[in-house]
């Protein structure tokens, strides 16, 4: 099914902000929580309301499975690629690397690090629908420092001068 988008140029690094003051999830938490969003601009063509939507599923996630450590929302740019990135990091159990892409479909939920089950489980499917829609690529990888890396690209937008 074909999402309908209300596009509009927008800076990245101000939407994650405002989904962060409209997210009281991380202050649940007795866990530290810290942001790396990029001074300089990152344009990109999008949904507003629709991204904002994917980016308090990935930090509500990322609160659910965290109960001691930290969370990260990183945004930055790949210059190369001419891609922002967006990256929502976590330290709890982590994704079994045979799981990572599994996660995306309906219905698959993890309930702990090596055991799958059953649910609602349509947010992360619904985050990979709206990544996709923009042109983009969402994808779970492993924080070094033990749990996941939610990471999503979107491309930039190009700009008149």
Known sequence: QELILERSSLNLGDIVETSLKNNDT????????????????????????????????????????????YIEVICTCDVRSNRAIVCIRDTGPGIPADQRDKIFNKFIRLKSADQL?????????????????????????????????????????????
């Open 26 to 69: 991380f202050r649940k938490k007795d866990v530290g929580f810290r942001t790396d969003i990029q001074r300089d601009p990152l344009y990109v063509l999008c949904d507003e309301a629709l991204l904002c939507r994917v980016l308090n599923n990935l930090i509500h996630n990322a609160c659910r499975v965290t109960d001691c450590g």
């Open 117 to 161: 089950y059953s649910s609602k489980g349509l947010g992360l499917t619904f985050c990979k629908m709206v990544i996709e829609a923009h042109d983009g690529n969402i994808h779970a990888t492993e924080n070094p420092e033990g749990g996941t890396d939610m990471v999503f690209d979107l491309p930039l937008a190009h700009l008149p001068n």
